[in-house]
């Protein structure tokens, strides 16, 4: 997507969000509706962020100076509280592939996800698991070589999963989603939300190696 996309998309999410009912959406996603000023905190990805009327416009609650909410992260946070219909994570994790019609866009969301995270992490054991950790990750047994669960939305919840490089394979990752994502979610909005998880890992990663 371009920018003028995002900003047409944050656009119309945005005037979406301002017709419903406050109360209701705080409901339904999980959020603390608040007033003076009115709208919504949330946590995401670890971080408390803000979606404040009239405009609706995202930030994080403790923005930094000269620090902006990126529109990629601004799409997702309108497109869940527009979405939300309450339901809270199943624990059933499934592949990309697995939500309806993930399979059309597999390609694209291994290209932007699942082998960046392969090449970062799979000749670093026990890094993604250090970078885990300080996004806020509950590392998680019985998953590869390293997994990692996390909360990154109220009630969406992902699964990273590496299996590190040896003298026969390469390196592999996945991103796993609770099945209940794709009732507030597109897919198109599930492949970024994938790929945010994994392109805030390998950021801690460079600070960390």
Not at 135 to 144: D, F, I, K, V
């Amino acid at each position: 997507m371009r920018v003028d996309d995002y900003k047409k998309a944050c656009r119309l999410a945005a005037e979406e969000l301002a017709a419903r009912d406050p109360q209701a959406v705080a409901d339904a996603s999980g959020a603390v509706r608040l007033s003076a000023p009115d709208g919504f905190q949330l946590d995401f990805f670890g971080r408390p962020a803000l979606v404040l009327a009239p405009e609706m416009n995202a930030a994080w609650r403790d923005q930094k100076p000269g620090e902006e909410f990126s529109l990629t992260d601004a799409v997702l946070l309108l497109h869940y509280l527009t979405g939300a219909g309450g339901d809270p994570p199943t624990g059933d994790l499934v592949s990309y592939r697995q939500i309806p019609g993930g399979e059309f866009y597999i390609k694209a969301f291994a290209n932007r996800a699942e082998i960046p995270l392969a090449k970062v992490f799979g000749r670093a054991p026990g890094l993604l698991t250090r970078a885990a950790t300080a996004l806020g990750g509950e590392p998680t047994a019985g998953r590869g070589d390293e997994a990692a669960r996390f909360r990154v939305l109220p009630n969406i919840d992902l699964l990273v999963i590496l299996h590190h490089a040896d003298d026969e394979f390469e390196a592999a990752g996945q991103v796993l989603f609770d099945r209940v994502a794709g009732s507030y979610f597109s897919n198109e909005d599930l492949a970024w939300l994938g790929s945010a998880l994994v392109y805030r890992l390998i950021g801690l990663a460079r600070t960390l190696a």
